[in-house]
């Protein structure tokens, strides 16, 4: 059963845009949602995360938005460069459990 | 750079053999964590283990074992290997075992299986 759902699977956007991906969570246990880029041949790396008792959290060009009521997340990639291209994935935890991970989306920014 | 080491990079095995991957977690870190990584299946959680014991299980086969040793490094045993267990395998680590203790991952082992 998959926990997180995220969307979409693939994302194409021209370099300066905004990229967009959302995520819906079902467990109301979970207490925070980190979301981490990846790129090809490595693993998973942090990215930015908050927790359900902020709306919204802002790192440089990543700002996470966050909907408690509504059980959804998101994160925004403000004017997105061509390094920005990977795979990003959010993912929730609740107390000791390990992360649940949304399926990913692999964004592309073109020059 | 995570700061968490796994070995090896790629490896490449017959349906039948048994493997062994290692992971070495950031200095600090108490807990371990491993993850498989396959195209149909995404990220799923296997096992973790904190200061040495096992602490939660995921979607780990039976096939499949853990452990963390003194030093606090982890290996993760494969056996009976199927060609449905070709995935990358991710091990990460976090200080403690709490919700609020990031976890930093390693660049993986590649398991291909013939």
């Known amino acids: 059963q998959q926990q997180v759902k995220q969307s979409p699977q693939s994302l194409i956007v021209q370099k300066g845009g905004i990229s967009i991906i959302n995520c819906a969570y079902e467990n109301t246990a979970f207490d925070y949602f980190p979301w981490y880029q990846q790129f090809p041949g490595k693993g998973p790396a942090l990215l930015i995360a908050?927790?359900?008792?902020?709306s919204e959290k802002k790192e440089g060009r990543f700002t996470i938005s966050f909907n408690k009521s509504a059980k959804q997340f998101s994160l925004h990639i403000m004017d997105s460069q061509p390094g920005d291209s990977a795979t990003y994935f959010c993912?929730?935890?609740?107390?000791?459990?390990?992360?649940?991970f949304g399926s990913g989306t692999r964004l592309q920014v073109q020059p | 750079d995570s700061g968490v080491t796994q070995t090896p990079k790629h490896l490449i095995t017959a349906t039948g053999q048994r493997v062994t991957l290692r992971c070495s977690p950031r200095?600090?870190?108490?807990?371990v964590y491993w993850y498989q990584q396959s195209l149909d299946q995404g990220l799923q959680f296997l096992i973790q283990y904190y200061n040495g014991e096992e602490r939660a299980k995921g979607n780990i086969l039976e096939r499949f074992s853990a452990q963390q040793f003194p030093d606090l490094h982890s290996e993760l045993n494969l056996s009976s290997l199927e060609l449905g267990d070709s995935a990358l395998y991710f091990c990460?680590?976090?200080?403690?075992?709490?919700?609020?203790?990031?976890?930093?991952f390693g660049d993986g082992t590649r398991l291909s299986i013939l």
């Open positions: 990460a680590s976090s200080g403690g075992q709490g919700s609020n203790q990031p976890q930093h």
């Open positions: 908050i927790r359900p008792d902020v």
């Open positions: 200095s600090g870190d108490l807990s």
């Open positions: 993912a929730a935890i609740t107390g000791r459990r390990a992360l649940t």
